[in-house]
């Protein structure tokens, strides 16, 4: 019988640290949802104890979330693991992640502490935690790169204080596959009590390599836990990627000798939905989820693989949730009908009051739009503007105009705390001059960081594009992202959309790791 391997998801924590790609607690709770839905073994929902957002995130995620376990990442002292405790007491299944440096580079220049110290206080912590929980994992920060010996000391005294899972991360993407999988081997050899805790692996991308250095660290290493986010999303050039990792074990099984339990058809939807709240596109060559991971341009390849789909195609597009149906709703569709449709594309909606917004901007959309794609529904729900009611700014409505030697000039109408206001202004462009007519009245001093559009849907001048702006201020960075098939007025939703997020006092606070 072959192994079970654990899919550990870090999107929410390890993938929010990507500059700009900070969640709301709302949006938090969606993706966690999503990644129920993809069956996720274990979701880490954040670092508890970095900020009230980031505990009230980790509570919210744990009371909801039945079927995977929640986990919360956690310095190793007291304070940080009895928050994260805290935050996970509705859990069904919760664990508790510690962590603490044991590279010399780490001890000496950020930890300023000797290693006979470090090991000390990362066996104080997994007992500590161990009282919390049943369930608790150590991560030996810039694993990699520490002295064998050593870490294998710290290591065999966690698992004899209680840890389940012991992580050796590659914190800075510096391991080659073959070496990283030798280093884990020599450390299990080395650890006498090995065989009572689960081995994990957690690789960055610096050098491109996350997601071979961690099935290295599986058939090399011996580990039976990745850990991984969704479109490799992670601080500087990212994580290992959740789907590649999936779909390498799940295709190539005959190698691996592993299973898995995801549900690889809710693979492509949660891709969507988490480039969708980050406002991180993904490129269109990128592996399994990219618009063109499936797409065959040569005459050569598309002959074989209409001849034998297997000759160019190592994997079903469907088995990982793409999908060429066109949604058969129109603008006489009704509400059950459109319900029914969102469930099939995995989308749930918390309250009728949502699924009303929703439908409504469905009507609207039909009536503007002849053919509405899959893709389109996943855009229109994730459009903030579904749920203007909870929000400070909403938009009512633009007009702009713009001809060849004018300066283009837009009046945009908008509502800020439910007060209708009109602003109007002049621009370069006819978004400059719609952002700045809001502006006009907001004058929020935030700064552009980003701006772009990306089409839903390809192959028509139809389709709605959907907007990403990136603001930042007083050291601030948010995302927001609008969809329609007016380029200027999804650029207005997404501004607003990030100015709501502005106006959020939640705060993020960047966790280690």
């Not at 150590?138 to 290591?155: I, K, N, W």
């Not at 070496?179 to 991308?205: I, T």
């Not at 592993?258 to 592996?287: E, Y």
Request: aromatic share 6%; hydrophobic share 40%.
């Amino acid at each position: 019988m072959a192994d079970q391997l654990i899919i550990f998801d870090t999107t929410l924590r390890d993938g929010e640290q990507s500059p700009g790609a900070s969640m709301t607690r709302d949006e938090k709770l969606r993706i966690a949802r999503q990644l129920e839905r993809l069956k996720v073994d274990v979701i880490e929902a954040g670092f508890a104890a970095s900020s009230n957002g980031d505990f009230e995130c980790v509570q919210a995620i744990a009371n909801v979330i039945k079927d995977s376990t929640v986990c919360s990442l956690a310095r190793a002292n007291d304070r940080d693991i009895g928050r994260a405790a805290d935050a996970l007491k509705g859990a069904a299944r919760g664990r508790i992640h510690t962590f603490i440096a044991t590279s010399p580079l780490h001890m000496e220049k950020k930890l300023r502490m000797t290693p006979d110290e470090v090991f000390e206080q990362a066996r104080l912590a997994v007992r500590f935690a161990r009282n919390q929980r049943d369930d608790v994992e150590f991560s030996a920060e810039d694993g990699y790169r520490s002295e064998l010996g050593f870490l294998a000391r710290v290591c065999e005294a966690v698992i004899k204080e209680g840890a389940t899972t012991i992580n050796i991360p590659d914190t800075v993407g510096y391991a080659i596959p073959e070496l990283y999988g030798e280093f884990l081997r020599k450390l299990r050899e080395m650890v006498p009590n090995s065989d009572q805790a689960v081995w994990s692996v957690h690789c960055h991308n610096d050098l491109g390599m996350a997601v071979a250095n961690s099935l290295a660290g599986v058939k090399l290493g011996g580990a039976r836990q990745i850990e991984c986010t969704i479109n490799g999303l992670g601080e500087r050039a990212g994580n290992c990627s959740l789907e590649e990792i999936v779909m390498a074990v799940k295709t190539r099984r005959d190698y691996f000798g592993l299973d898995v339990g995801i549900d690889t058809a809710q693979i492509v939807p949660a891709s969507r939905m988490v480039s969708q709240t980050t406002g991180f596109v993904v490129q269109p060559n990128k592996a399994v989820v990219g618009a063109n991971a499936f797409a065959h341009a040569s005459g050569i390849h598309q002959d074989g693989v209409l001849k034998a789909r297997d000759t160019y195609e190592i994997m079903r597009a469907e088995d990982v949730g793409w999908s060429a149906n066109k949604i058969v709703l129109g603008k006489l569709s009704g509400r059950n009908a459109f319900k029914q449709r969102l469930q099939e594309l995995g989308v749930m909606l918390e309250s009728e009051g949502e699924i009303m917004a929703a439908f409504a901007k469905f009507k609207e959309l039909a009536d503007r739009k002849s053919e509405i794609f899959d893709e389109d529904i996943l855009a229109l729900v994730g459009d903030e503007s579904v749920t203007a009611e909870k929000e400070q700014y909403g938009l009512i409505s633009l007009s702009q105009r713009s001809e060849t030697g004018e300066r283009p000039h837009a009046e945009v109408v908008f509502t800020i705390d439910g007060v209708e206001y009109k602003g109007s202004a002049d621009g370069n462009g006819p978004v400059d001059a719609s952002l700045n007519a809001i502006e006009s009245h907001v004058k929020s001093g935030a700064e552009l960081l980003l701006y772009s559009v990306n089409a839903i849907t390809s192959g028509s001048t139809e389709s709605q594009g959907e907007v990403t702006v990136r603001l930042q201020n007083s050291g601030r960075v948010v995302n927001g992202v609008g969809a329609d098939p007016d380029i200027v007025v999804a650029s207005a939703k997404a501004y607003l959309s990030a100015l709501n997020k502005l106006h959020s006092k939640a705060d993020r606070v960047a966790a280690q790791g």
